[in-house]
């Protein structure tokens, strides 16, 4: 397709796309933020499978004006991190729910709901709220989040000033099979202060979600979600962060089911000495099965450290993908930054697409990236079944084994606990 036709065939998705929404209502400077964003949008283009950073996956279901129906799906199961002290935050296809949420007072933190916060004239969210997304255009084009940002109907922004007892809980319920939800958060983490987000539901049949997370000096945030369960749903989340001087971000991400997800992680380490580790674990079935995950780290300071650590388990056509890339810029000395990318190919169907990608510019680094594929070790196989293991519980044995790597970047063992629970239940209920 010629550059040009390329270029008019995005336009006219766009056109189409944007044809059916208005910008949500707003003033000042979260007014001027929104049509900023419009205006990105307007000029890149929604994505196209022909875009470098997306030729590995069709964003046409993300992109298309009316949504692709998605049945609601039930497992029976208590919804993960169910047995957690927490403050509950619910959405219902997108929008918030103050009945079914807990009380959004706790000592340390302040919350609040993003269209209250966007209707100030003063406000610390002004510094966030589509800033951090806007520097992510840097070096690649990301349309989608700036779809979002223009768009966002709901969401939170979250100011952490301390250590809060129990962590906060963004739980989505999906219960129309057409929803369309664009939901968008903001977190300051101040100097010193330290907060766990957890994340957990399918939210809507088509799911468009930001988080821009600014961390001051010394601050940690930790982010634990868990994607999933309703088969047919399409999703594409953004991760936007900039951390400060020995600040800490740590994130996991578990995903199963689904039709189309795609996450994609961009952050920035500006000050020296901190630390930024991104990573997940999805567990795919059938040829519908596309999951992408897409990290750019950027080390623009001495003595920071990175890890990106992903581990992908697909059967029956289901395919996994990675894009990830460290930049280091000259002056980012004494870098340590790590990439691995691995799936578990349960049979010759799925697939596996990585591009793993380091840009240095300094010359004191210390940096590596790797990815492979492979399938279930048959001498591992042949040992357990040797010792009266069966054969589908030594595979669901391997499985979990081959995720561990990644399930060993949450510090928090309840809540690392919780997810490999999930992940084993998902792989009895489908057997091998």
Same mark, same amino acid.
């Given at each position: 397709?010629?550059?040009?036709?390329?270029?008019?065939?995005?336009?006219?998705?766009?056109?189409?796309?944007?044809?059916?929404?208005?910008?949500?209502?707003?003033?000042?400077?979260?007014?001027?933020?929104?049509?900023?964003?419009?205006?990105?949008?307007?000029?890149?283009?929604?994505?196209?499978?022909?875009?470098?950073?997306?030729?590995?996956?069709?964003?046409?279901?993300?992109?298309?004006?009316?949504?692709?129906?998605?049945?609601?799906?039930?497992?029976?199961?208590?919804?993960?991190?169910?047995?957690?002290?927490?403050?509950?935050?619910?959405?219902?296809?997108?929008?918030?729910?103050?009945?079914?949420?807990?009380?959004?007072?706790?000592?340390?933190?302040?919350?609040?709901?993003?269209?209250?916060?966007?209707?100030?004239?003063?406000?610390?969210?002004?510094?966030?709220?589509?800033?951090?997304?806007?520097?992510?255009?840097?070096?690649?084009?990301?349309?989608?989040?700036?779809?979002?940002?223009?768009?966002?109907?709901?969401?939170?922004?979250?100011?952490?000033?301390?250590?809060?007892?129990?962590?906060?809980?963004?739980?989505?319920?999906?219960?129309?099979?057409?929803?369309?939800?664009?939901?968008?958060?903001?977190?300051?983490?101040?100097?010193?202060?330290?907060?766990?987000?957890?994340?957990?539901?399918?939210?809507?049949?088509?799911?468009?979600?930001? =988080? /821009?997370?600014?961390?001051? *000096?010394?601050?940690?945030? +930790?982010?634990?979600? $868990?994607?999933?369960? &309703?088969? #047919?749903?399409?999703?594409?989340?953004?991760?936007?962060?900039?951390?400060?001087?020995?600040?800490?971000?740590?994130?996991?991400?578990?995903?199963?089911?689904?039709?189309?997800?795609?996450?994609?992680?961009?952050?920035?380490?500006?000050?020296?000495?901190?630390?930024?580790?991104?990573?997940?674990?999805?567990?795919?079935?059938?040829?519908?099965?596309?999951?992408?995950?897409?990290?750019?780290?950027?080390?623009?300071?001495?003595?920071?450290?990175?890890?990106?650590?992903?581990?992908?388990?697909?059967?029956?056509?289901?395919?996994?993908?990675?894009?990830?890339?460290?930049?280091?810029?000259?002056?980012?000395?004494?870098?340590?930054?790590?990439?691995?990318?691995?799936?578990?190919?349960?049979?010759?169907?799925?697939?596996?697409?990585?591009?793993?990608? =380091? /840009?240095?510019?300094?010359? *004191?680094?210390?940096?590596? +990236?790797?990815?492979? $594929?492979?399938?279930? &070790?048959? #001498?591992?196989?042949?040992?357990?079944?040797?010792?009266?293991?069966?054969?589908?519980?030594?595979?669901?044995?391997?499985?979990?084994?081959?995720?561990?790597?990644?399930?060993?970047?949450?510090?928090?063992?309840?809540?690392?606990?919780?997810?490999?629970?999930?992940?084993?239940?998902?792989?009895?209920?489908?057997?091998?």
């Amino acid at each position: 397709m010629a550059r040009a036709a390329l270029r008019q065939q995005k336009m006219d998705t766009t056109e189409a796309r944007l044809s059916t929404l208005s910008l949500p209502a707003a003033t000042g400077w979260a007014e001027a933020a929104r049509n900023e964003a419009l205006a990105r949008v307007q000029e890149m283009g929604l994505p196209h499978r022909r875009d470098e950073y997306w030729r590995f996956a069709d964003p046409s279901s993300l992109t298309v004006a009316e949504p692709p129906r998605a049945a609601l799906f039930d497992t029976g199961e208590a919804p993960i991190f169910s047995d957690i002290d927490r403050l509950r935050i619910v959405f219902v296809d997108g929008v918030f729910d103050p009945e079914a949420s807990d009380d959004l007072a706790l000592e340390g933190i302040e919350i609040e709901r993003l269209t209250d916060a966007l209707g100030k004239d003063i406000h610390w969210v002004r510094d966030v709220y589509g800033v951090l997304e806007a520097r992510s255009h840097e070096k690649v084009h990301r349309p989608l989040a700036a779809f979002n940002t223009a768009f966002a109907t709901d969401g939170v922004v979250i100011r952490v000033t301390g250590k809060p007892s129990k962590p906060v809980s963004l739980v989505y319920l999906h219960q129309s099979e057409t929803s369309d939800a664009i939901l968008h958060h903001c977190v300051r983490v101040e100097e010193g202060a330290e907060l766990t987000l957890l994340e957990n539901g399918p939210a809507a049949a088509r799911f468009s979600k930001g =988080l /821009e997370v600014d961390i001051a *000096d010394t601050g940690a945030f +930790h982010l634990i979600r $868990s994607q999933g369960r &309703d088969h #047919e749903r399409r999703a594409a989340t953004g991760i936007f962060a900039r951390l400060g001087r020995e600040s800490v971000f740590k994130a996991f991400t578990l995903t199963v089911n689904g039709v189309l997800t795609r996450n994609e992680c961009v952050i920035e380490l500006t000050g020296d000495d901190a630390t930024a580790h991104v990573a997940g674990a999805c567990l795919g079935d059938g040829k519908d099965f596309v999951h992408d995950d897409t990290v750019f780290v950027t080390h623009d300071a001495q003595r920071c450290e990175s890890r990106q650590v992903f581990k992908k388990v697909l059967r029956n056509g289901a395919t996994g993908i990675f894009q990830g890339k460290i930049l280091v810029k000259s002056g980012a000395q004494k870098t340590d930054g790590y990439q691995i990318s691995q799936s578990l190919l349960l049979d010759e169907d799925a697939q596996f697409l990585a591009k793993p990608e =380091l /840009e240095i510019y300094a010359d *004191d680094v210390a940096c590596s +990236h790797g990815s492979t $594929s492979g399938a279930i &070790d048959a #001498e591992a196989m042949f040992y357990l079944q040797s010792r009266g293991v069966p054969a589908a519980e030594a595979a669901n044995l391997l499985t979990l084994a081959f995720v561990a790597e990644a399930l060993e970047e949450i510090e928090n063992e309840t809540y690392a606990e919780a997810l490999r629970a999930r992940l084993a239940s998902w792989l009895e209920r489908r057997g091998h």
